[in-house]
């Protein structure tokens, strides 16, 4: 199939590379000239793992960029619309999708042939056929069914994991405005066979998008709720929790055979708070959208104001020991939302970094990847390392805000430090015994033996 891609953020980057790697001739398309010009030359714009290889791979073979999205738009039979949605505060913002579906619907005006526009794009249930759709219509003079087709199909990938989560998916949502315009995206997935299809319509796929978004994030913070109690009355959330996920419920067992473990994979680890470009966005836009018409959304309401004070219990944790924060040195983390990627958009190092400026702690950080974007944030007002070993020197405290790997070392780093310094694990990723003075989310100091040894 020919297909145009518009947009190459994340979601447009990684599909368009993936489609042509199942062998679609796809053109993606942007306003960013930069952009498009790295796009060809094989660099990818975004850090996500293997998506330069197989970029390389299918760039100039199957995958061209462009900024002519009239050309794409001509020499397709479908064009996939992954443009930004922000948030405002109040509800997601629809200029993009509004100025790109205004741009399609005048170049199929003059499209002779059966095209089908599907917004890949997340937004709030409704908005494909009541925003996209009447503005297509408009500017191509055409009708939505009978001269075009529109579909909506949601991408569930998940930062870090994208080509794979792509590639392997657990189902594909496949939502149209008519049997054609499905059928026309059932055949651009021709190429996963196995793959449970989701056949619906336009608003029931937008639904599926955000209610699987906003389950995950309540499993977070019904975790992190668990785990502010456990800290309370002397329980390690991270016992808890593994009971809780080994029923076979909560538990799912791979192809392999295997159980799925940690509960990180099940999104019922406790920690420091979830971050990143859409569970933030995507529940406090569902929250609105209820609001909107008519359904509060308590619960959504509840798992926002649990996250958002998350963060604050990593300062808490250091101020049982340094009640003012002046001169104190910090070493934060971690400054990426969660490891394998460099963006920081939401992550609770943000937070966390600006209450210890602002009350004088000297603060030092590290991230294996996400330095550059972190070091536009804060400027002068951190200091950035180059490696574990510098951001932890002469630290009173360390806080793990990210689960990356690497800071596995940090018990054997500490180990060899002149002063032992408070170590506050947000990630629950150290054994609490691993250094002298650890503290860690939803852990009491006088948390319980896990293991009753008879
Ligand atoms: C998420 C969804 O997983 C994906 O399906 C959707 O398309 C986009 O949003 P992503 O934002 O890339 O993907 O990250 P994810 O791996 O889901 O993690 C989100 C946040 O939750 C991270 O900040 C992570 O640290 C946190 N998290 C995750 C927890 O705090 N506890 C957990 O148990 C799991």
Known sequence: MNVSVVGTGYVGLVSAVCLAEKGHQVIC?????????????????????????????NVGVRVLATTDLRRAVLDSDLSLIAVGTPFDGNEIDLKYVRIVSEQVGLILKEKSSYHVVVMKSTVVPGTTEEVMVPILEKASGKLVGRDFGVGMNPEFLREGEAIQDFLYPDRIVLGGVD??????????????????????????????????????????????????????????????MHGVHLDRRLSPILATGERVYPSSLTYLAAGCGFGGSCFPKDVKALIAYGKQVGSP?????????????????????????YPNLDGVKVAVLGMAFKPGTDDIRESPSLPVTDILVSEGALVSAFDPIARHEAEGRFGSAVRFS?????????????????????????????????????????????????????????LAPDASLSVIDR
């Open 386 to 442: 180059d490696d574990l070993e510098g951001a932890i020197e002469g630290a009173d405290a360390i806080l793990v805000m990210t689960r990356w790997k690497q800071f596995e070392r940090l018990p054997e780093l500490v180990a060899g430090m002149a002063k032992a310094p408070l170590v506050v694990d947000g990630r629950r990723m150290l054994a609490k015994d691993s250094v002298p003075r650890y503290r860690g989310i939803g």
């Open 29 to 57: 398309v942007d306003v960013d000239e930069a952009k498009v010009d790295q796009i060809n030359q094989g660099i990818s714009p975004i850090y996500e793992d293997g998506l330069d290889s197989l970029l390389e791979k």
């Open 297 to 321: 959304m308590e619960l959504l309401q509840a798992v926002i104001d649990i996250n958002s004070a998350q963060p604050q219990r990593m300062l808490d944790l250091v101020k049982e020991q």
């Open 179 to 240: 049997k054609r315009s499905v059928d026309a995206l059932a055949a651009l997935y021709e190429g996963f066979p196995g793959v449970d299809l989701i056949r619906t319509n336009t608003k029931t796929a937008e639904m599926i998008k955000y209610s699987s978004n906003s389950l995950l994030a309540t499993l977070i913070s019904f975790s992190n709720e668990i785990g502010n109690l456990c800290a309370k009355v002397g329980v390690d959330v991270v016992d808890a």
